[in-house]
């Protein structure tokens, strides 16, 4: 599978941004499709998972700000970021996992990058 990742841009605080990714085949049977992000001198992070079977994971740095969905009929993930924070200024990149966690032979897209002005 290859992801296209897209959506990302200039946004003031207290802003939003949905950020989408688009897989070139079914997703319905990926063991979780999340999104991960990173700064520069920061490591990578989990922002949003979500299993095929509906399971959701979010870190507390974003819980109840970001949401993940996915729309197998289309082979679409998303990520609605809402209230966001200059700390959220990152590249964001969206995974297709293979278990619950990342392994070499997980799928990332090109990332879209989200700068978040104060």
């Known amino acids: 599978v290859q992801l296209q990742a897209s959506g990302g841009g200039l946004v003031q605080a207290g802003g939003y941004l949905t950020l989408s990714c688009a897989a070139s085949?079914?997703?319905?049977?990926?063991?979780?499709m999340s999104w991960y992000r990173q700064s520069p001198g920061n490591e990578r992070e989990l922002v949003a998972l979500m299993t095929a079977g509906g399971r959701l994971m979010y870190p507390d740095s974003v819980k109840g700000r970001f949401t993940i969905s996915r729309d197998n009929a289309k082979n679409m993930v998303y990520l609605q970021m809402n209230n966001l924070k200059p700390e959220d200024t990152a590249t964001y990149y969206c995974?297709?996992?293979?278990?619950?966690?990342?392994?070499?032979?997980?799928?990332w897209g090109q990332g879209t990058l989200v700068t978040v002005s104060s």
């Open positions: 085949r079914t997703i319905s049977t990926t063991y979780a």
């Open positions: 995974v297709s996992q293979r278990g619950p966690r990342l392994d070499p032979r997980d799928t």
